[in-house]
């Protein structure tokens, strides 16, 4: 079955870049996506990438993918401290539900 | 135009009692997933409806059960409660059964 791995904590200063990293087990999955969740609320689409791209840009956001190691990451440029979440990776499985990791707590420090 | 929106925010409820959680789509969308996030960890799928079928179901007992009206709006309900079901229930609304999935706020169920 699909398995979607995470580191849980990510520390970096405000201003700095942060990298979330991600690895997958389903080769066939067609879109990998990232969320974003602050505390006590839903979860907040940031971004996706489809698994014929090997990056995708957008404002301050960048991911990359590696298909041949199944491993995502998000780069987060000039964080900044409303940066400050959970930070979740979900690969679409066959009948479109989403497999999440266990979410990497990024602390953005002022 | 408004996201997804689910009805009540929170909720407590005791063993053995039965529950009805309310998903309403972003307007236009026409399937509706639900979700369960216990503390600390991933969001693990539940089910998925599509043009008011069940089109996906995930490992969860047979309490679970949901269904989707003509309106495209969604109810999730459980039947005998137990503590391991608090958690909060996230519903995703999407256009077809094969697009990007955008999340409401959450119902936070708690189970005493």
């Known amino acids: 079955g699909e398995d979607v791995e995470q580191s849980l904590f990510l520390s970096v200063r405000e201003g700095d870049s942060s990298v979330i990293n991600c690895t997958y087990t389903d080769s066939s999955s067609t879109y990998l996506y990232w969320y974003k969740q602050e505390p006590g609320a839903g979860l907040q689409l940031l971004t996706y990438?489809?698994?014929?791209?090997d990056m995708k840009q957008d404002q301050r956001l960048t991911v990359l993918l590696n298909k041949k190691d199944k491993h995502l990451s998000l780069r987060i440029a000039d964080t900044q401290t409303g940066d400050s979440a959970i930070y979740f990776c979900?690969?679409?499985?066959?009948?479109?539900?989403?497999?999440f990791g266990t979410g990497t707590r990024l602390t953005v420090i002022p | 135009d408004a996201g997804v929106t689910q009805s009540p925010t929170h909720l407590i409820k005791t063993r053995g009692q039965h529950v009805t959680l309310r998903c309403s789509p972003i307007?236009?969308?026409?399937?509706v997933s639900w979700y369960q996030q216990v503390l600390g960890q991933g969001p693990q799928f539940i089910f998925q409806?599509?043009?008011?079928?069940?089109?996906g179901r995930g490992n969860f007992p047979d309490r679970f059960s949901a269904r989707q009206f003509p309106n495209y709006s969604s109810e999730l309900n459980v039947n005998a409660l137990l503590l391991g079901d608090s958690a909060l229930y996230l519903c995703a609304s999407s256009l077809g059964g094969k697009e990007t999935q955008y999340f409401g706020p959450g119902t936070r169920l708690l189970v005493l």
């Open positions: 307007s236009g969308h026409k399937s």
């Open positions: 990438i489809f698994s014929n791209m």
């Open positions: 979900a690969e679409r499985g066959g009948a479109n539900n989403l497999f």
């Open positions: 409806y599509y043009e008011k079928e069940e089109r």
